[in-house]
């Protein structure tokens, strides 16, 4: 349920438009509808600006369905690490929601930028780009700007310098990057703006499916930079989002 929303009913019981009993049933949800095996947060929206993101992953298509069925009620929603099959049957109930592949996130609600800040997404190679994905679309919900830049990794780092100068015109930065993760810190030894760190589980056997980047972008000696955990594309999107919104 949406700020606005509340202060309507609140309004239209001060007007003696509607009586408490009916206030009083529109908002008994708050501040959260109990499905039984999940509790959806109806009430997140109005203390952080972005409804409840749904973690699909190890959750059953029978469970997805019920808590589609809610969430088709509202102007928003993101269902994120979502595989095709569960999307078409979540797209059967609510046909408002749109399916990124590569991303592997359904949602809804693409907000309208709220202010001229850029968000800029770097990706060191091509197989990063499905985290890079995850993390626009997360960006682009919350309403922001977002311009990518795909496959600039330091294996070609001339790549990455024809990009340099747009960069610089980024408030914040997200960089992506498997291997060894070395882009981060070159990044932001570069540019003036808060830098966030996606180590991905892309590389060989001695990247540790991820660990290898981690360490490298924990341990990097560029100020500025902030790392999220392995392949976690959308707390990258939704930290540059609120960097972008203060």
């Known amino acids: 349920m949406k700020r606005d929303t509340i202060l309507s009913i609140i309004n239209n019981i001060k007007d003696n438009k509607i009586s408490t009993e009916e206030a009083l049933k529109i908002i008994e949800d708050l501040p959260f509808k109990d499905l039984d095996f999940v509790k959806l947060d109806t009430h997140r929206e109005i203390r952080r600006d972005y409804p409840e993101v749904i973690f699909c992953k190890n959750k059953s298509i029978e469970q997805l369905e019920l808590i589609c069925k809610e969430l088709a009620k509202?102007?928003?929603?993101l269902y994120s690490k979502v595989n095709k099959k569960k999307a078409t049957k979540l797209i059967?109930?609510?046909?408002?929601?749109?399916?990124?592949?590569?991303a592997k996130m359904l949602y809804k609600g693409i907000k309208v930028p709220r202010n001229n800040k850029i968000i800029s997404i770097v990706s060191a190679?091509?197989?990063d780009i499905p985290i890079a994905e995850e993390a626009k679309i997360s960006a682009l919900l919350m309403g922001n700007i977002v311009n990518t830049y795909y496959d600039v990794g330091v294996a070609g780092i001339h790549r990455f310098f024809s990009?340099?100068?747009k960069l610089r015109e980024s408030n914040v930065i997200v960089v992506i990057a498997g291997m060894e993760g070395a882009l981060v810190?070159?990044?932001a030894g570069l540019v003036s703006s808060p830098v966030i760190a996606v180590p991905t589980?892309?590389?060989?056997?001695?990247s540790f499916k991820g660990i290898a980047p981690l360490l490298t972008m924990l341990n990097s000696c560029s100020p500025g930079v902030s790392v999220v955990n392995i392949d976690n594309g959308f707390g990258a999107g939704y930290l540059a989002s609120v960097i972008n919104g203060r």
Not at 74 to 77: E, H, K, P, T, V
Not at 92 to 102: A, R, V
């Open 201 to 206: 589980s892309c590389g060989y056997g001695a």
């Open 74 to 77: 509202s102007d928003q929603a």
């Open 92 to 102: 059967e109930i609510d046909p408002k929601l749109e399916y990124n592949p590569l």
């Open 125 to 127: 190679g091509t197989s």
């Open 185 to 187: 810190s070159v990044v």
């Open 163 to 165: 990009i340099y100068d």
